[in-house]
């Protein structure tokens, strides 16, 4: 084997080839470095004395479906500049692992298109060294998000399991990448963010979110400057669930005959109109619904209102909209109407804001979406740190979701 096919083939440079042969199935290139070319690891000099070596065995790339394994014999030098005695620097592999850094690379490449399992059953390594190879390039990439270019962020959190398990993501909503995840939800799982984002120096103009009192404290008391704006599909979602209530509370009130009709129509009520499936005769049965029961009928209607709040020409128009239907709300009598259009009224400034930020966290709610993929691909993740890395690498199209 020539010296320039051990550095196009396996990325070794700086050795000669000294023999090959085949032990227990594996092929192996036995590899040395020239005397002459010995330096000093610390201080690089060349007047160094040999102090004895080491058999070290690295994998490297397969050729077919047969292991390769580079043998090469590491000295020990003592350098006569800085006194030290030490092993010489292998220059192809790092010096704690038990492969070559081309075999890295191809692991990692085999990454983004096969799971852990596969690509080890592939090289014939163990799965903890794929995952090893993954979480230190990712952790190399990923582990320190810039945060000092953020102005617009998103906010919220993501059930990652049973037992009440969570996640708090933050979402730089001009590039699409996961910038933090934080332990649990809340106040407290921000923490770590708020630290590193001061110490960046960032300026966050808005952050989209949903209108959880805690996110809400939080932000106003570490970034008094930032304008918050609610989210408007978590605000049709917040109706959506006080609408589900009402007509199960009407249901319970009515009588056999009329329960028959209101039975089977939650997620009628929650549709939109456009997508109400005609050959099921949804709109008939939404319909016979809400002319039974003139407090449903009103809730749905002011629901399909409420979408309008945010298709109107200028932030003018949307406050005269909003208190138009904050008003109809509170004369309509229903105590869950009342009550919502209190919780609108309280959070108005934030509702309007959007007119001077149009974002939401319908980009993070698309991420959401991903990290359930991820963890559904991967059959869940006993390692939470690589869970957090797989998720900051998200963003970047060429890295698949495998794991």
């Not at 690379?105 to 190879?133: F, P």
């Not at 028959?260 to 049965?285: A, F, M």
């Not at 698309?366 to 900051?392: C, P, S, V």
């Amino acid at each position: 084997m020539s010296t320039s096919l051990l550095y196009h083939g396996f990325g070794i440079r700086g050795y000669r080839y000294g023999r090959s042969y085949f032990e227990e199935g594996k092929i192996v290139f036995s590899i040395e470095k020239d005397p002459l070319s010995l330096r000093c690891p610390c201080c690089n000099d060349w007047h160094v004395n040999k102090r004895g070596e080491v058999l070290r065995w690295f994998q490297a790339l397969p050729i077919g479906k047969k292991q390769v394994y580079i043998a090469l014999h590491i000295p020990r030098v003592e350098c006569h500049h800085c006194g030290i005695i030490r092993q010489i620097k292998i220059g192809f592999a790092d010096p704690r692992r038990t492969y070559t850094k081309s075999f890295e690379r191809y692991a990692l490449e085999l990454s983004r298109h096969m799971t852990i399992q596969d690509v080890a059953r592939h090289i014939g390594v163990s799965w903890d060294v794929v995952k090893d190879i993954q979480k230190r390039y990712l952790t190399k990439r990923y582990a320190h998000p810039r945060l000092k270019d953020l102005e617009l962020i998103a906010i919220d959190e993501i059930s990652i399991g049973r037992g009440h398990r969570y996640l708090t993501v933050v979402l730089d909503l001009f590039s699409g990448a996961v910038v933090f995840v934080g332990n649990g939800k809340g106040a407290d799982a921000l923490l770590p963010f708020w630290k590193k984002l001061k110490s960046s120096k960032a300026k966050i103009d808005a952050v989209a979110m949903d209108m959880s009192p805690s996110y809400i404290s939080a932000v106003s008391t570490h970034l008094p400057t930032a304008t918050i704006v609610f989210d408007h599909f978590h605000i049709v979602k917040l109706f959506n669930d006080k609408l589900s209530d009402l007509r199960r509370d009407l249901q319970r009130e009515t009588e056999t005959a009329d329960k028959e009709v209101l039975k089977g129509t939650r997620w009628l009520l929650l549709k939109n109109p456009q997508n109400l499936n005609e050959e099921k005769n949804e709109r008939q049965r939404l319909e016979a619904a809400l002319q039974l029961n003139k407090p449903l009928a009103t809730a749905y209607y002011l629901k399909e209102d409420l979408r309008q709040l945010w298709l109107q020409k200028n932030k003018d128009s949307a406050t005269a909209f909003l208190d138009d239907w904050i008003a109809r709300a509170r004369s309509s009598g229903i105590r869950m109407l009342d009550n919502f259009a209190n919780t609108m009224d309280r959070h108005r400034a934030g509702i309007l804001a959007y007119y001077d930020y149009p974002i939401s966290t319908g980009p993070l709610e698309g991420t959401n979406n991903k990290i359930k993929t991820l963890q559904k691909q991967a059959y869940g993740f006993r390692d939470i740190e690589f869970f957090k890395l797989k998720i900051y690498a998200l963003h970047e199209a060429k890295y698949a979701l495998v794991g």
